[in-house]
Structure formats: C-alpha cells, structure tokens
C-alpha cells in the first residue's frame, strides 16, 4: 500500500454515484493515493457499484473512511484544498493542481495533514464546503465547458501528486532515420 509515505486524503463530498467512487478509486491508486474519505456518498456505503468500478483497486474502498459532514472529514486535517470551476466571492487563494501539490508536498514534509476535496458530480461544492478550505484549486479548462467527471478531477490532482513525489522519466532518444 502506498500509505507508507505522507500524502494527501483525498475527500469526496456527497458523491452521487458509486461507479465515479470506483474510478475516483482507481485513479487514486494509479499515483499512489490510498487514503480516501468519503461524506454522506448518496447511494450509501459500501457500494457494489464503486467495487466493480475500482478494476483491481479495491483496496483503496476497502480502507475508505466514510463522515457525516465535511467539517468532520477534514477536521484532523491542517491544511484543506476544495477543487472548483466556479469562480466564487471568497478570499481563499486559487491555484492550479500543480502549484496545489507542490504546496501539498512541503506541508506533509513538514508534518502536516492535507485533505482534498472533490464536490459532487452534478454541482460540486458548495461554499459551505469550501469554507473549510485553506485554498482552491482549479484546473485550467475550456472557460466554455469547465465541467469535469468526479473521477477526472481525481485523476488530474492525482496525477501532480505523483509528478511531486517521484523523479521524472526521461523519454527514450527516437531514432528518426
């Protein structure tokens, strides 16, 4: 399991549906993440569905942590970063999923507890979520069609994590002739 090392909780509020749970779990695993939390997921706990989803992750479920509320789910936490399209009326900083996992990075080296958290699937979060937030992070998409799955949104922040935690592989030399 990758839990060994520090890393983010990655926390789905209300999801809606348990197959975006299942991917949402795949994607996690693909880069290392295996602490998930779940608040209030729609359909209940545990969920057939999310199992069948997760392809071989099913351990990320398995060690799933299900709240009641947000503010209970992310109250062991220090530092809190809520994902959204929107452009809200509030005061936290924005940033991108990169520059969020970097700062992910050097709050956990520092022995800090980070959370993450994905809204749900037909409205995201909303501010009551994001007021426990520390900042936001917002991934740079068409401004005409901001709208992402569950599970991609877990994938992209997902996918900086891992880029934080692991040295870059350099790309074979191709021969072109």
């Known amino acids: 399991m990758p839990s060994h090392q520090p890393q983010p909780a990655f926390v789905l509020v209300r999801p809606q549906m348990g197959e975006n749970i299942g991917a949402s779990a795949r994607a996690m695993l693909n880069f290392g993440i295996d602490q998930m939390r779940l608040v209030a997921p729609r359909d209940g706990w545990p969920n ?4 069948a989803m997760a392809a071989g992750a099913g351990r990320v479920l398995d060690g799933a942590s299900v709240y009641a509320t947000t503010a209970e789910a992310v109250a062991d936490c220090n530092f809190v970063f809520a994902t959204t399209a929107r452009h809200r009326d509030m005061t936290n900083p924005v940033m991108t999923p990169e520059r969020a996992m970097q700062h992910a990075r050097a709050l956990l080296d520092s022995g800090q507890k980070v ?3 994905f809204g749900p699937e037909r409205s ?3 501010n009551q979520d994001i007021a426990v937030a520390n900042a936001l992070i917002s991934v740079p998409v068409n401004p005409e069609f901001p709208s ?3 599970a991609q949104c877990v994938l992209l922040t997902g996918y900086e994590w891992q880029r934080q935690t692991t040295e870059a ?3 074979p030399d191709i021969d072109r002739a």
Do not use: F, I, Q
């Open 48 to 51: 057939p569905d999310a199992v």
């Open 115 to 117: 959370a993450v958290m």
């Open 124 to 126: 995201g979060l909303e």
């Open 148 to 150: 992402l799955n569950l």
């Open 169 to 171: 592989v350099a790309a």
